[in-house]
């Protein structure tokens, strides 16, 4: 409902251009384009989601300028180095247009971390990489800094010849701009090093040669980074970031965007334990010292968020990239008061760490991203069936109620049994591990609520047996009950707790527990004791890496937390002896012997092998999400999805 977000939906300005509302779609690397530089059918058809979704202006991803790819950050980054792009890149100007947004393209040289298929990466200075992921450092040039500016202009040239509203350069996280920009990366002594003014000429050369080039009628804006949380590294302080904002607007930037940390910044940003709204006090500062529309991303999920800090004027945009990577069509829900059917994001960041893989992006909850274009992927709807099935759902968890909403818009019957009273199976025990957690209900309410309006019949604390497989007679039966707990057989059971029996049911364990497998549900549980204080725990990991299924934006948090509390780690390490209250372990350091009060059991199995007596059932059966085999949200929902596509 508009009238519920009157300051999201008024009509914003940027330059000479109106926008219909305050929602700008951030920029947002894919790795769909093919590789070569050129965009891809499906990135076209992504971007076309993205402008149909109702929001004010579509950014486009970040395409490198330059053709030696030095700043090329992503296999699959678009570019806007050469004439021949432009076809390609206007098709992406027409589709956003074409649906009602201004389009807005980003240039952007990714410095630090660009020269993907170099063996180099350019820098105003050499300062080691903290993250071995990216290329050793070159410091370039006063010839390649004039060339740089050059790129970005004739970057900006095709921009307007492709037939975008509006430009974006990209100062943020260790691109180039900002390492010019940072007091941690420019060590340089010429004129583009040395105070903040100085450090900031490449940004003010780039802004201006980019506005004398496409003129007053094409806004320029600029992201830059408003703390770049690099305080232990002698990073800007915050009054050199305000600065650098007061400085490009004087260069012209038509508005500006504010950004917070650095990739390499140790302090969390992006993740589910910065609340909502958290970094905008950021934003609000600099506001204050600027005149030119201001806009910020970063953990703004809930429309409330923006919608009174447009009011308190904080910001004047509210820019979305993983809320609308998640749900394309979140403005026009908002703006159809149907707020309960976006798809929410869980700032999982699996998306993200994709790009660092070289692949393309996916959605933890929404399956259907880049496949907008692909019928059978129901973006825009899904074809009914011609022989609708009775089925039967096994278990209420993301699996089971992923696959009952999309086989239910496909015309299906659905019956969804779930033995407890409360719908979401493990991801509940997950949503009590640590602040923020609580946010992993959030897809488990909607796609309930999915299932509702789909019309699948739903039963809570209902076991199911035998008499009610025979009764209802189904078509097929999807079994998707999560995992069990992998048993150890060698301590006597009144030592022995489960995962379940502390997450689930609130059991505590001894003082000095050990808990045997050191994956994402070992080291959530050490998480949780940790946070309720007095435990000595150990945890025994076989292989040689911890959390070895957990993305890595957590896993370092979790590992944070555990080395604060002490927790006894051991990795390759293998039970070889329980006697009494002693477990003897082989290392590549030997035998070392553990004494325990309590075993925590963390590993978890399929359940299958139980289940195969159901086949007399029906002449269908399915196993999906942990059922099948142990692993993240993402892959139940995803096993789901794909079922409820097909089946
Ligand atoms: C998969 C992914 C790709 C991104 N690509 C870009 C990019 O090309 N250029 C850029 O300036 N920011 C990029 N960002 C940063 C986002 O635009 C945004 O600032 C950040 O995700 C925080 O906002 P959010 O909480 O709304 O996701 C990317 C973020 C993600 C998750
Ligand atoms: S992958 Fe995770 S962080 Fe990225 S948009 Fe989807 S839910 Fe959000």
Not at 389 to 407: D, T, W, Y
Request: proline letters at 4%; a positive charge; one cysteine or more.
């Amino acid at each position: 409902m508009k009238e519920r977000y009157p300051y999201i939906f008024s009509q914003g300005k940027i330059g000479s251009l109106i926008t219909k509302n305050r929602i700008k779609y951030a920029a947002t690397e894919t790795n769909f384009p093919y590789g070569d530089g050129y965009v891809s059918e499906r990135e076209i058809a992504y971007m076309e989601a993205q402008a149909k979704g109702g929001a004010g202006i579509v950014t486009t991803q970040g395409a490198y300028p330059d053709p030696k790819g030095e700043g090329k950050g992503f296999k699959g980054m678009m570019a806007i180095y050469d004439d021949r792009f432009i076809p390609g890149l206007a098709r992406i100007a027409d589709v956003i247009k074409k649906n009602g947004a201004l389009s807005c393209i980003q240039i952007l040289h990714c410095g630090r971390e660009g020269g993907v298929e170099l063996d180099y990466c350019l820098m105003p200075s050499i300062v080691p990489q903290r993250l071995s992921y990216f290329k050793k450092p070159r410091e370039i040039t006063k010839d390649e800094i004039k060339q740089a500016v050059k790129d970005h202009i004739q970057a900006a040239r095709r921009a307007v010849d492709a037939g975008f509203d509006m430009i974006e350069l990209s100062g943020i996280v260790g691109y180039l701009l900002s390492t010019f920009i940072s007091s941690y990366t420019n060590k340089r002594t010429d004129e583009y090093g040395g105070s903040i003014k100085d450090r900031c000429r490449l940004m003010v050369e780039v802004i201006q040669g980019v506005k004398t080039q496409v003129g007053e009628r094409v806004p320029v804006g600029i992201r830059l980074c408003g703390i770049e949380l690099l305080d232990d590294r002698g990073g800007n302080t915050f009054e050199e970031s305000i600065e650098s904002f007061k400085i490009a607007e004087e260069a012209g930037a038509d508005y500006l965007s504010v950004t917070i940390g650095w990739h390499e910044s140790s302090i969390p940003v992006i993740t589910r334990d910065v609340p909502m709204g958290h970094w905008l006090y950021v934003a609000g500062e600099i506001k204050k010292h600027v005149h030119v529309p201001v806009m910020m991303a970063f953990r703004q999920f809930l429309p409330h968020i923006p919608e009174k800090a447009i009011g308190d004027g904080i910001i004047d945009f509210w820019e979305a990239c993983r809320p609308m990577i998640a749900d394309p069509e979140m403005p026009n829900k908002i703006a159809s008061g149907r707020e309960e059917e976006i798809i929410p994001c869980i700032a999982c960041n699996l998306c993200f760490s994709r790009l660092y893989y070289h692949q393309p992006i996916m959605c933890s909850v929404r399956p259907s991203l880049g496949h907008e274009g692909e019928l059978e992927w129901g973006y825009y709807g899904f074809k009914r069936v011609d022989r609708p099935k009775n089925i039967i759902v096994v278990g209420g968890g993301p699996s089971g109620l992923q696959f009952a909403s999309v086989a239910a818009k496909r015309g299906h019957k659905i019956k969804l049994f779930e033995k407890d009273d409360a719908l979401g199976g493990d991801t509940i025990l997950a949503s009590k591990i640590d602040s923020g957690e609580e946010e992993l209900l959030r897809p488990i309410r909607y796609l309930e609520g999915e299932c509702r309006r789909a019309g699948v019949e739903i039963k809570t604390g209902v076991l199911v047996t035998s008499e009610i497989l025979m009764r209802e007679n189904a078509d097929a039966i999807v079994v998707a009950n999560g995992a069990k707990t992998r048993r150890f057989k060698d301590a006597s059971d009144n030592l022995v707790w489960t995962y379940k029996d502390i997450l689930g049911e609130g059991k505590k364990p001894p003082k000095k527990s050990v808990i045997i497998d050191g994956c994402g549900v070992g080291l959530a549980v050490a998480v949780f004791l940790s946070r309720q204080g007095g435990f000595e725990l150990t945890i025994i990991e076989e292989g040689n890496r911890l959390g070895r299924d957990m993305n890595p934006f957590y896993l370092w948090r979790f590992i944070q937390i555990l080395k604060r509390n002490m927790v006894n780690i051991l990795t390759g390490s293998k039970i070889i002896d329980v006697k009494d209250k002693t477990l003897t372990v082989k290392s590549s350091k030997g035998k070392i012997r553990v004494d325990f009060e309590g075993l925590i059991l963390a590993g978890r199995e399929s359940s299958v092998e139980d289940f195969s007596g159901i086949k007399a059932y029906s002449k269908e059966l399915y196993f999906i999400g942990d059922a099948k085999k142990p692993r993240r949200l993402n892959n139940a929902i995803h096993d789901g999805f794909r079922l409820g596509m097909v089946i």
